[in-house]
């Protein structure tokens, strides 16, 4: 069986109660009328919390242990540069003189809040504005780099989710020689990928520009969650917006190039990236669960992890991840 919830470690917001969470938002001397919501988020705690005055704000109780304290007030630093610049990042509320409260052994920091939908990817104007953007955003993140954030490899998010899994015996026995073997045939898949694409430039990202992460009014987009902020190729913030068939993919690829250019210089040696990205994220997620699976919160709401068809399924996934990176890269048309 597997060894699952004590290698997790014990559930990290149990102390998180109501009554702490309001208390916390008090220190910074706002008043709660006492409701509060909790809002989509796993690796963290986030709310909606309700004020005297009618108001509301979101507090965001980062995961114990995961970020140091150096690090999130980096992540800090770089959304209030961006919001200087009059970018649409969604950056903390400074209180009593710090973006970065503490309360209860608790890390916290409030944030306005902000609604707007999803995005349309298949739009290519919007495609090309949120090219715009993202180029703006890096503009500025390659302005200097982070000192206590890391940088987005292979090693990180391929190797070490993949030999937590097995030291961990998350894998079924009857995979795990299924699991070994494919997890590390694509893993020197992507390891060559990677040396293939020569020398490119790091740079501060967003980190995890997914579609949850940007919200769409009729002003245009707003970026949220600078949480996975780290220093990486442009191409980690632009590719996740891609889907479909290659043509499509192609199609959408120029649209976000042509925006993203008007602002920033793009070096099309990354779009050999963009796979061996995609897998990667895969990988990361199947042991992101895994090292979460002690918290109370990831059972109940990914109860298809760790079952034998969970598996199966992943396995099949990244051998069909093994045939794509076989496939030569996306091309910018001219």
């Not at 997790?8 to 008043?31: F, H, W």
């Not at 965001?60 to 690090?71: D, E, G, H, I, N």
């Not at 953007?133 to 890391?150: K, S």
């Not at 002003?219 to 220093?231: E, I, K, N, W």
Request: charged share 25%; with cysteine; proline share 7%.
């Amino acid at each position: 069986m597997p060894k699952k919830n004590n290698a997790a470690g014990p559930a990290p917001y149990a102390a998180l109660t109501p009554e702490c969470l309001l208390d916390a938002v008090e220190t910074t001397g706002l008043r709660c009328d006492g409701r509060l919501t909790a809002l989509n988020s796993y690796e963290n705690r986030v709310y909606q919390v309700w004020l005297d005055s009618g108001e509301s704000v979101v507090a965001k109780f980062y995961r114990p242990q995961r970020w140091s304290r150096a690090a999130i007030l980096e992540e800090h630093a770089y959304a209030l540069e961006l919001a200087a610049a009059e970018l649409p990042v969604v950056a903390p509320l400074m209180c009593n003189g710090r973006t970065l409260q503490e309360h209860a052994g608790f890390m916290l920091a409030l944030y306005p809040r902000q609604g707007g939908r999803t995005p349309e990817f298949e739009d290519e104007d919007t495609l090309r504005w949120l090219g715009r953007f993202i180029a703006r955003i890096h503009a500025i993140g390659a302005l200097q780099d982070f000192e206590h954030r890391p940088t987005l490899g292979w090693s990180e998010f391929g190797v070490a989710p993949v030999r937590y899994l097995l030291d961990n015996d998350f894998v079924p026995p009857d995979l795990r020689v299924a699991y070994e073997s494919t997890a590390l045939d694509v893993l020197e898949r992507i390891k060559n990928r990677w040396q293939d694409a020569g020398a490119f430039g790091t740079l501060r990202l967003h980190g995890d520009c997914h579609a949850g992460n940007i919200l769409w009014t009729d002003a245009g987009p707003h970026f949220v969650d600078l949480d996975d902020a780290r220093m990486g190729p442009a191409v980690q913030d632009l590719w996740m917006w891609l889907g479909g068939d290659r043509a499509v993919q192609q199609q959408q690829l120029a649209a976000i190039i042509t925006g993203y250019r008007e602002f920033h210089d793009f070096n099309p040696a990354e779009l050999a990236l963009i796979e061996p990205l995609r897998t990667l994220r895969m990988v990361h997620y199947a042991g992101w669960l895994a090292r979460r699976w002690g918290d109370p919160a990831f059972p109940q709401s990914f109860p298809f992890f760790n079952t034998q068809r969970y598996w199966q399924d992943h396995i099949l996934a990244l051998r069909e991840q093994a045939a794509a990176l076989d496939e030569p890269p996306l091309e910018l048309m001219r």
